[in-house]
């Protein structure tokens, strides 16, 4: 009856016909407890030696009983909490992380040091003032903090740009909490990181890379790419039949999904389409969705509307930059489940929103995604949404690893040693038979950029002097890795890859044939995905041509 009592700071004392019916656990603290009704009825105040109560008195009836309570207010409650409070502002200033909170009715009332050099802004022109003035949001509505005391639903680790002395942008990572009581907001709070290092690190990575994939390329084109097919080396049969099926896709104006490991070449393949496609005047943008900390990525594909937290500005993301070219989102397997969520929304609407905008964008650029890993794979782990594969696989090109087309092993081999060469002033016209054994053997994880990878690492190692690489040339890890992983599909007959590999063209060219190549009521009668089912027909080099039986 009286559990509410229990919640207030104060000692509570409540009497029913001059007994003592509830104390609270503030009242079963105070020393000397003994007597205590009769010592507060003496007077209105309660001399405890190290606190002195003032006593309040009220009463109330219920069910025709009247209850006295009796509320012991410490005098010097006020001064406590003045204490405590600069002891707490005391923290807050010291602390690196920048703190800024505001009060339910969107005033600030807590601006730390910290906050004003990530910001730029000074903390007296900040407090007492309400958001929307300091940051000159376009509604307040359009402030995060209003956001986020409505919702009540913090906003953790978001990454955007904000404005420093009007100017230049400074990017903060962040989190934003409402503080709750009584399922009532009475403030939000953001703790804020300076991450402009960060930035320049990647800027600087990203300019590196930059730098590394334009070496020895003789042209570069003016919508931002370096490849066309020309540039896609190879000469077995089915890099032969990929590249006709990508220069087919080029003429395609639609969304399209690449598939294959890492290293095999999908964005060489993304520019080269986009090079022969109509929009080859206009730009080409790529975006590794694995190389882009988490937060970061919405604002860079979305942009951001001035207002949406606290200083940020009105800022373009690839989406707008990109305009009628192509955008290409490389390793999309590896964006997290809410990301494909918003993705999703922009493949089915042809619509995207700045973060923190109200208005809808048309999308006017093609989509080129690519996935580095077996889509049924990630389908049946739950790590690539079904409906967002549906969407995105319309067109879908398979690129095949370079083991399952060992003559390019050999093409690639002699293509690298004359680049490099050339960049080394080296004069190599060949490699011996145990190097020739171990590359051949080798499966190639990393595929043609592993190769090229050991091609060059054996180049610099040989001797001015020397015309023919072997085995000694290569550094020792490489060396070793290569022995190791010597024979294990080749050399072995009858190994587990190969049987099942064999197995499952079996069944599929037997399902095939017994629905007349329909892939629709076959990949039914398999029990898999229609666009599993061609990705497994071009991964195992099933044709009609060779494999229809008549």
Known sequence: MFELFDKLSCPIIITESDKVIYTNYQ????????????????????????????????????????????????????????????????????????????DKSGRIILYNPAQEKLEGLVRENCIGKYLWDVYQYEAPEMSEHRQVSKSQKPIINEYKSHVKNGQSEKYLSYSTYPVILDDQTLSVFSVSKNESKLLELLSETL????????????????????????NIKGNSSAMTNTIKEAERMSLIDGNLLIIGETGVGKEMFAQSIHNLSKRNKEKFFAVNCAALPENLLESTLFGTTKGSFTGSLDQDGYLDEVGKGTLFLDELNSLPIYMQTKLLRV???????????????DVECRII???????????????????????????????????ERPEDIVFLTNFFINKYNEILDKSIKGYANDLRELLY?????????????????????????????????????????????????RKNAGSLPETLNEAERKIIVEALNRYNWNFTRTSAYLGIIRQSLIYRVKKLDITRDKDFWT
């Open 369 to 403: 995604c690519a996935i580095n890993e077996d889509p049924e794979t990630l389908l049946s782990e739950g790590r690539l949404r079904q409906d967002l594969y549906f969407r995105i696989s319309r067109l879908c090109l398979f690129i095949p690893p370079l083991r």
């Open 441 to 489: 053997d080798y499966v190639w994880p990393g595929n043609v950029r592993e190769l090229e990878h050991v091609i060059e690492n054996l180049v610099i190692n040989a001797e001015s002097s020397e015309f023919e690489l072997n085995s000694s040339h290569l550094p020792n890890y490489l060396k070793s890795k290569l022995l190791k992983e010597k024979n294990k599909v």
């Open 27 to 102: 009242a079963d603290q105070i020393s000397n407890s003994v007597n205590l009704l009769e010592r507060i009825r003496a007077g209105e105040a309660l001399d405890e030696g190290s606190r002195i109560y003032k006593v309040h008195r009220s009463s109330f009836v219920i069910s025709d009983k009247k209850y006295h309570v009796f509320e012991l207010q410490y005098t010097d409650y006020l001064r406590d909490l003045e204490e405590k409070t600069y002891c707490y502002e005391a923290i807050f200033d010291k602390l690196d992380d920048g703190l800024m909170m505001s």
């Open 207 to 230: 300019e590196l890379k930059r730098k590394l994939k334009s070496k020895n390329v003789t042209k570069t084109f003016i919508n931002g790419t370096f490849y066309t097919f020309d």
């Open 347 to 361: 493949f089915q609407e042809k619509k995207f929103r700045k973060v923190g905008g109200l208005k809808n964008k």
